[in-house]
Each structure stands twice: as C-alpha cells, then as structure tokens.
C-alpha cells in the first residue's frame, strides 16, 4: 500500500525566512497530495493541494511542488510570520482509493520572532 | 452550516468499557472518514465510508466498528477498550468529484482509557 514519508519532524526557522517540508511516497499512480496545517489542540484544515497534472502551485506564501518521476512533493513558505507556527502534514491517495488519504507523520514548524 | 461536529470533547474509559463516538456533518457530503491521532504522529484512518450503509476498512480497523445509517451521521464504536485506544479521534467528510477533494475535520474526541 501507499508509504508517505514526511522530513523534518521539526523545522525552527527566524521569523520572515523560507521553510521547506518534503515528502515522498511510495504510489506511483497516486494523484492528489493536499497539505493540512493543525494549530495546537485543533482540527487539521487544508492550506494548498495539487494534483499530478501540475508541477507547481501557489497560494500568497505558501506553494507546493510536486516531481512525479522522482515521487516527491514539497511545502514552501516564504516570508514566515510566527502564526505560521504549526504541526504540518502531508498526504497522498493511495491506488486503490481516489478519495483515502495515507498522512506522513507531520512537521513541527516553530517560527522564532 | 455548523460543518463537522464531534461528541464527545473528552472521555475517560476503563479498560474493557464500550462507548461510542458521534459524528455529524450538516454539508451533504457522501463521504465520511474516521481517523487517530496519537501524541507526535500524524493521522491513521480508521474506517470510511462513501454513502449510507456502505463502510469499509481503513489502515487501523481492529477494536473499532462502524455504522452509517444516513448520510449525516457516522458513529464510531469501541469495544472492549484497550490503553492502546488512547488517542485524539478526528471525524472527517469530503464530497469528491463537486471540484474538489478536501476534507473538513471536526473538532476531535479525546479518549484516554486507564
């Protein structure tokens, strides 16, 4: 089944500095990969998503690019505010299910003011 | 629309003890998914389901069951708890192929069981 690996586990980064969060998945044939940002004692809420026809999205700060051949994908934010602070995740859908998620284990970004 | 709603907010369980967790959404959306969430790692799903009276198994199924009778509402239930149940449980819903895939989580149940 599908394998979603997520680095690093933590990211401290200085205020208005990039943070980049990558990961791999073992599916070739999946097709959706959404990041969700979880706040402290809160529900996961979706922040961008893209799909294998696209290679690169953005969203104000936030853009996700995504290498199929080398199945990977990766979380950019410029310009990090310390509300950016948050547990990150990413997904992927696994072959036999469009409409699964398989989450990697998540980011812990801390943004030093 | 309220979205996502989950009851309870926490719950304390001895070992051996049933309870279910409620879960409703007022968005109109076929699908619906049950995931946890243990300290520091990400989300495993449960169960799922794509429409009333259809649940399937997810990644982690064992000592849980499930039940759709309407489209709004999908009760997890736990039988015998086990100290390895102790974890935050998200209810999620999605209306795949209306233009987008993303899921709304409700606000999570937190269960320890001792």
Redesign the interface.
Known sequence: GENVEQHPSTLSVQEGDSAVIKCTYSDSASNYFPWYKQELGKRPQLIIDIRSNVGEKKDQRIAVTLNKTAKHFSLHITETQPEDSAVYFCAATPMDSSYKLIFGSGTRLLVRP | NAGVTQTPKFRILKIGQSMTLQCTQDMNHN?M?W?RQDP??????IY?S?GAGITDK??VPNGYNVSRSTTEDFPLRLELAAPSQTSVY?CAS?L?GGGT???Y????TRLTVL
Do not use: N
């Open positions: 699908y998914y995931y520091g790692m990400g989300l495993k799903l799922y794509v997810g990644e998200f999605s795949p895939d993303t899921q989580f409700g606000p999570g």
